[in-house]
């Protein structure tokens, strides 16, 4: 076979065979089409996205992408901080090339986006002959992905949001302390309208840890719930009503997709939720139950003063939490 054929695409070297072949990247989704509207899951970093993509990847209708955006701007345009600003592929032929493969359910990324981690059987998923029942779910850990909607074909979004002090002491564990650039997360025209300039300066000279963090957790999280805001393809899940009751959480989640609910799926939330807690902080098996209050366990009086100090420059978000 000529070369050309077997050429490298632009995301990364697959190995499911058939789209290794450019001529039948292109044709394939026009000739078996996946069904539509696709499937976005989003959250804050730290906010159990990677356990939920797990529960939506197994079910046997569906074709998952582990964070096929960020990796793109990681690994091929250089971008270094873990998760980088998203910005629109309107003017990036590759971006909008990516998107066209995504919700083609086509896959040419490397077996660490397109390989379930949940599934040992995961390539049988992207075979040709299953096709036209089955859903494209995207998940991203980048809120900046919501400029991406029209370009994955209007997706059903799903929104992962978890309690403030938990996602702030995970991140903190790890080391994720830096101060993320506001204007760079979210862009100026967002600011000028929801954040004041003193504010934003604000932010700028604060060095407590816990402000900052729940400064960027309310400006992130109220930006998103405007940009969602009439969006009748939004649903929003509690990550700590999830691990509380995994099953009947996803149940609802499913079926707000429109998706039936699938053995596969029951199996795994009851291999992955009633485990002990592993070592790997980016595992997708917990202990359920015992994560939803996990954070006060590492989080005192001072630090959910500190955080809802934060928070309370931005709206009155705290209040909706358990504190």
Known sequence: MHRAVLRRNPFGWTTIAWAKIPLLRNVVPKLLPVKKPPILVLSLPRSGSSWLGSILGVHPDLLYYREPITDFYQRIRGARDAVPYLPSPKNDTDARLMCK???????VFRDEVIGSTATENWRQRWQLRSRRRKRVVVKEVNTSALRWLEFLNSPFVIYLRRHPAGVALSRKQLGWVTKRSLRTELGPTIFVEDLSESDLEWYEREENYWKCFGFYYAAVEGWV????????RS??????NLVRYPIDESRRIFAACGLGWAPEVEEHLRRTTQSSRSEDPFSVSRNSGAMAEAWRKGVGNDEVRMLREGMSRVSDLADRFEW
């Open 101 to 107: 493969m995504i919700v083609g359910g086509v896959p």
């Open 225 to 232: 719930e405007k940009f969602l805001k009439g969006n009748e």
């Open 235 to 240: 649903y929003f899940v509690s990550y700590e």
